[in-house]
């Protein structure tokens, strides 16, 4: 099988601060890849390189064995990469279906395209379907603003998957989230993982979470990566014990 990402040697400074140095890793269609470390590590520069937020001075990203490096997040998520942010994206005034209206405009064309786009184009099924999968039927109409913050980050993930991705980049999705909700984000990420053939690459602090939810786990510090395998080989490596899960 062949990889759905692969990222080799990408690297970026701000300065004299070497955020990302040399990362490589590949991610397989259908796999759920997490990527921890302590503050400061590089995780979210990592990220935005491979989304086209930020530029990385060295290295190849590559998609379905596409060069991506350097296209634009619009282009990207036209070609089947979606994110959610560190913080929410949500429009608070908006109601939750509305919010997940405008998303999947956002991946089909430019504002003024938007402005004179006809109805809703069937996108209205796409968001009724998520919301019955993502359990928000209840709050469907209410507006996105009035929801518990875990209720918005619900929102705010379901979001990412009005264009149909093949792969998502989530930064954080257990971040201020009820304990509660934590378990119903794992839970409803692993269904999506399973039904739409999903594949995920997940920054995450809550390390129970990333443990029960990952297939394989990029532990990174200090810019570099310092190991990479499943869950069990994460938590029995002492190098990683000792410089991150230990402390
Ligand atoms: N825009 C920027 N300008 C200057 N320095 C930055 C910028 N963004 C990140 N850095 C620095 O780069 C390093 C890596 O930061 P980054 O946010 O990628 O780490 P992180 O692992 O995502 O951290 P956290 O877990 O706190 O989100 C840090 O030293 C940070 O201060």
Redesign the pocket.
């Given at each position: 099988m062949s990889p759905l990402l692969q990222v080799t040697g990408i690297s970026k400074s701000?300065?004299a601060?070497q955020?990302?140095d040399g990362v490589s890793f590949e991610v397989m269609p259908g796999e759920i890849f997490g990527v921890i470390?302590?503050?400061?590590?590089?995780?979210?520069?990592?990220?935005n390189s491979v989304l086209g937020q930020i530029a990385p001075e060295q290295g190849r990203i590559a998609l379905k064995g596409r060069d991506i490096t350097g296209l634009s997040p619009v282009e990207l998520n036209r070609r089947g990469v979606g994110r959610t942010f560190?913080t929410l994206q949500v429009f608070g005034k908006m109601s939750v279906r509305d919010n997940l209206l405008v998303a999947a405009q956002e991946h089909r064309g430019t504002l003024l395209s938007r402005m004179f786009a006809p109805g809703d184009s069937g996108l209205g099924a796409k968001a009724d379907a998520l919301i019955a999968q993502f359990r928000i039927g209840d709050v469907a109409h209410r507006k996105a603003g009035e929801l518990s913050y875990g209720q918005q980050k619900l929102v705010d993930i379901a979001m990412a998957f009005m264009s149909d991705p093949d792969l998502v980049l989530l930064d954080?999705p257990c971040a201020g989230v009820n304990p509660a909700l934590v378990g119903g984000i794992s839970t409803l990420l692993k269904e999506l993982n399973r039904t739409r053939r999903a594949s995920f690459v997940v920054?995450e602090?809550n390390m129970d979470f990333v443990m029960d939810l990952c297939h394989r786990i990029l532990v990174?510090v200090e810019?570099r990566v310092m190991a990479l395998g499943t869950p069990g080989e994460i938590r029995a490596n002492k190098q990683v014990l000792d410089a991150y899960l230990g402390n």
């Open positions: 701000y300065g601060i955020a990302v470390g302590p503050n400061g590590s590089g995780k979210t520069t990592m990220f560190q954080e920054i602090h990174m810019g």
